[in-house]
């Protein structure tokens, strides 16, 4: 199964679609059924003590399945989260961005499956782990 939206049009499709959480994201790679997005970590993600929120972390474990499934599917806006278990393993770095390594799983026509290991950057340890289901429209 071929990539049918590659970095830059999934930018766009965010920039168009989601207006309101657009910059916070940073799509680096994209490839058949996996996708690697950037959370540009800012204070309004933070939780007291200086480390990113887990709001902020589901944020970018949501987001990048999302768009690693959209990658394959094309621009389907209502594709929409079904099931989502995230394990947070460790404090992130302050003020450090965060990684999601985003694969797919399972893609099938009406569900898609992906699992998530975010990453403060410069670490190898993962912070959190996710897996994440979703709802594909017909």
């Keep these: 199964m071929a990539v049918k939206m590659d970095k830059e049009a999934l930018s766009a499709f965010l ?26 970590v800012a204070e309004r993600h933070l939780r007291p003590g200086g480390t990113v929120s887990g709001p902020s972390m589901f944020a970018l474990a949501d987001v990048g399945v999302y768009l690693a499934v959209l990658s394959m599917i094309g621009p389907k806006a209502l594709t929409v989260t079904t099931g989502c278990s995230m394990d947070f393993m460790r404090k992130p770095r302050a003020h450090a961005d965060l990684i999601a390594s985003c694969t797919l ?18 670490a ?7 897996t994440m289901t979703y709802a594909i429209p017909s």
């Design 15 to 40: 920039v168009e679609v989601f207006p309101q959480v657009h910059e916070d994201f940073a799509i680096e790679h994209v490839e058949e059924m996996a996708v690697r997005v950037r959370l540009k």
């Design 105 to 122: 799983l399972k893609l099938g026509r009406t569900l898609a499956v992906g699992d998530v290991l975010l990453r403060s950057e410069g």
């Design 124 to 130: 190898d340890a993962p912070v959190a782990r996710a």
